[in-house]
């Protein structure tokens, strides 16, 4: 098997990003629905961002003055639920198992006031962009009204190719440009696969030129979706800019890292037969059981933010 690697993850980093991969598959499977390869993929992103970028409080989940985090392409959400576990939010193992149940705190999109560290109810794609702009524009007005001492966070958003064909991430976008919302950052996972196969099905303009024209700063990371150290440098540029909005393309690969399942269309919508979990938690160096956890991530995980806020 071939050795899979997460470059410039610290041993808790990775330990986490492979815990999130094998829920990634688990959840759905168990729930027989629900979209394992987009929360694959962005494993590394999510957790380098929650570590080391993000100022957020699991101890205080409600703290008014913490960044703000929008999974703008719902479906994925699973890979949301999994970040909450695993950085000691109270999201337990049982209802990771509970995944997209009636009446479960966890369910298909993520939805506002159900599941700790969801601020906006996504699913419908391009939404999680508009609704990013809004709090991006909403911080700025606390912040000219009460000072920088009292409001000071930002707004991180991960959003899809669909959402950037949806009209309202257009108009939305196009405002954050003009009013140079420069505390919005968006992280475009490039991953050229839809549900209904290539985007070149449905997608044949230049997203990403749009932006520029927007007035965004563009990152272009290319595919350095698994390379915590790109990832977490193009964090801070959009952190040192001043003056606008950014966007960060990445170019991730959906069901990474599984042989069958990587850069298809069934990786996007369909659950992961027990056969590729097990050869893709082989690969991962991890337990062939369903929903394996280690109880002590959480604790680790909290105690590192806490030495990280000094």
């Known amino acids: 098997m071939p050795e899979i690697r997460y470059e410039g993850a610290t041993s808790l980093e990775d330990r986490a990003i492979r815990q999130i991969v094998g829920v990634a598959m688990d959840a759905p499977a168990r729930a027989r629905s629900g979209h394992s390869g987009t929360a694959m993929a962005l494993a590394p992103l999510g957790v380098m961002l929650w570590s080391r970028v993000m100022r957020h409080d699991p101890t205080d989940p409600t703290w008014f003055d913490r960044d703000r985090f929008v ?30 149940q009636l009446h479960s705190r966890t369910p298909g999109h993520p ?22 702009v809004g709090l991006a ?22 959003a899809g190719d669909g959402c950037l064909e949806e009209g309202v991430s257009h108009e939305a976008a196009s405002l954050a ?4 919302l420069d505390r919005l950052t968006v992280f475009y996972d490039d991953n050229h696969i839809t549900i209904d196969g290539p985007t070149e099905l449905a997608l044949r303009d230049d997203p990403v030129g749009r932006f520029r024209a927007y007035g965004w700063h563009v990152i272009e990371l290319g595919e350095r979706a698994n390379d915590l150290v790109a990832l977490e440098a193009a964090a801070r540029e959009a952190l040192a800019e001043t003056t606008r909005p950014s966007l960060v393309v990445i170019r991730s690969h959906i069901g990474f890292p599984s042989p069958e399942m990587m850069d298809t269309k069934e990786a996007h919508g369909n659950p992961f037969s027990a056969e590729e979990i097990t050869r893709v938690k082989e690969m991962l160096g991890l337990a062939d059981e369903p929903f394996v956890l280690d109880d002590d991530l959480p604790a680790a995980m909290l105690e590192a933010l806490a030495a990280r806020r000094g």
């Open 71 to 100: 999974l703008s392409c719902g479906h994925a959400s699973i890979l949301q639920y999994a970040l909450a576990h695993s950085f000691g939010y109270d999201v337990s193992r049982e209802d990771l198992m509970s995944f997209r």
């Open 111 to 132: 939805e506002r006031g159900v599941t700790p560290t969801v601020e906006v109810t996504t699913g419908p794609l391009g939404q999680g962009v508009a609704n990013g």
């Open 137 to 158: 524009m909403a911080e700025r007005v606390l912040r000219a009204e009460y000072g920088e001492d009292l409001v000071d966070h930002r707004t991180w958003v991960v």
């Open 177 to 180: 440009g003009y009013l140079g």
